[in-house]
């Protein structure tokens, strides 16, 4: 259902399109996590270390794709709110036609990089033949998760953020049965979990199809799909690329500390597979109300409506804060049991090791998820100004201090698995000191 958010009460607003967004990225979540708990469960501890040391590369890839999408879906957004159909029109099917080559490219080259690419990340031996077959299985489907994350961004660029989680959620359900059966019945490892990722992917991205075929004539393109406008092209990857590289910029950061949690032993590195996975979790609904912040915002922006943009930014904000007390409460009475989700309840000496190394690092992170949620509320203004650039660069500083803390942390002061929540904790500050003075000013401005 398409939603005009130049009107209606502003907090209400956000609530109905943020609240779908979350659940449905959530869901997605649950095709990484639902690997994770069920070969941790049923294939072992390297199995699990396995999956969680190619997240990072594989996030690489997807999430610069998904920032191109989005991207391209704030100038969507603009010219929605503008009334610019014919402009939307060639958005999307020049961003469609442009990403999916790009896509093709980077699955050629990361199935044959693979690897090199482990490697590079310091992937221990003994799980080099799980963590390269998975990430290559993975890397097969990359041309469905563009398709599914453009459709995506492109309904919820009209502001329908409702029909993705319908589809998704039937897939994340088959998900777990593909799992089930790939691991515990064919007996497939960690090769069958990423079986059971690429089907389900595939299906959602079939399902939104053909409901935009049938149900949403906005998006129904037909022939017009296959127009390349190659002046705009420039003008969205110009826009877009900038957000891919903030995308790409966090994960890199990501690989560079998991290659330094890979050096702690295989019970650090199936312990930080497990709080990747909490992490994610806990930051996506973070990131998710500043997304819808973004398009509120950038619907706003196209229809010139400044006072409206100057309330949508105070209302995300709360959001952003009501959720993170709920947050931080859950993760840290609730670390023991979230970690047995993964690994079990076998008494063995590895597995208590790593039970014992993420309630550790969840237990400090509970105290710090603040600063994130205010630096993914300021990122969803500048966002949805088109001031992507600043994003970038608090990106970059981030991952900086997060970097260079954790090497300084680990291989200095000989910390272990808290090395990563502190490291956290002086990227979100850093990224806090350079957002805040510019976006005061930007603020300002606004009045």
């Known amino acids: ?16 399109f943020t609240v779908p967004l979350v659940l449905g990225n959530l869901l997605q979540l649950t095709y990484n996590a639902v690997d994770s708990a069920i070969v941790g469960n049923y294939v072992g501890t390297k199995g699990l270390a396995a999956v969680g040391c190619t997240n990072p590369l594989m996030n690489l890839a997807i999430l610069f794709i998904s920032g191109m999408c989005m991207g391209a879906g704030i100038l969507m957004s603009m010219s929605f709110g503008s009334g610019d159909t014919a402009r939307l029109r060639r958005l999307l099917s020049t961003s469609m036609l442009g990403g999916a080559v790009f896509c093709l490219i980077v699955t050629v080259l990361g199935i044959i990089f693979t690897p090199a690419l482990l490697h590079l990340i310091r992937v221990p031996e003994e799980i080099m033949p799980e963590a390269s077959g998975y990430l290559r299985i993975i890397f097969t489907a990359l041309i469905f998760t563009f398709l599914y994350n453009f459709l995506a961004s492109s309904m919820r660029a009209l502001g329908d953020s409702r029909t993705p989680l319908i589809f998704l959620g039937i897939s994340a359900v088959l998900n777990v049965i593909g799992d089930l059966f790939f691991i515990i019945v064919l007996h497939a490892g960690v090769h069958g979990a990423a079986i059971a990722t690429v089907l389900s992917e595939i299906l959602c991205t079939l399902c939104c199809t053909v409901y935009i075929l049938l149900r949403l004539p906005a998006l129904h393109l037909g022939r017009s799909w296959f127009l390349f406008d190659a002046p705009l092209f420039r003008e969205i990857v110009a826009f877009s690329i900038t957000s891919a590289l903030q995308q790409a910029c966090l994960q890199v950061g990501k690989i560079m500390i998991q290659s330094i949690a890979d050096t702690m032993g295989t019970a650090v590195v199936a312990a930080f597979g497990i709080i990747n996975r909490v992490d994610d979790f806990a930051y996506t609904p973070q990131q998710n109300i500043g997304h819808a912040m973004t398009t509120f915002l950038a619907q706003n922006k196209g229809a010139g409506k400044n006072e409206r943009i100057n309330r949508g930014f105070k209302s995300g904000m709360l959001i952003e804060f009501a959720y993170t007390v709920l947050l931080c ?19 063995s000496t590895d597995t208590a090791e790593v039970m014992k190394n993420s309630v550790r690092y969840l237990h400090l992170i509970a105290l710090m998820y603040f600063r994130p949620a205010f630096t993914n509320g300021i990122q969803g203004f500048f966002r949805g100004m088109g001031d992507l650039k600043i994003t970038l660069l608090s ?8 970097v260079l803390t954790a090497f300084l942390l680990a291989f200095s002061f000989h910390l272990q698995i808290e090395t990563f929540a502190y490291a956290n904790f002086a990227g979100w500050i850093l990224m806090i000191l350079f957002e805040f003075p510019l976006l005061c000013r930007h603020l300002h401005k606004q009045r």
Do not use: H, Q, W
């Open 395 to 402: 990106t970059f500083m981030n991952m900086v201090g997060r």
């Open 1 to 16: 259902m398409i939603k005009d958010m130049t009107s209606g009460k502003t907090t209400s607003v956000l609530i109905r």
């Open 329 to 347: 409460i859950l993760c840290y009475f609730g670390a023991p049991f979230i970690v047995r989700l993964f690994i079990g309840s076998s008494g």
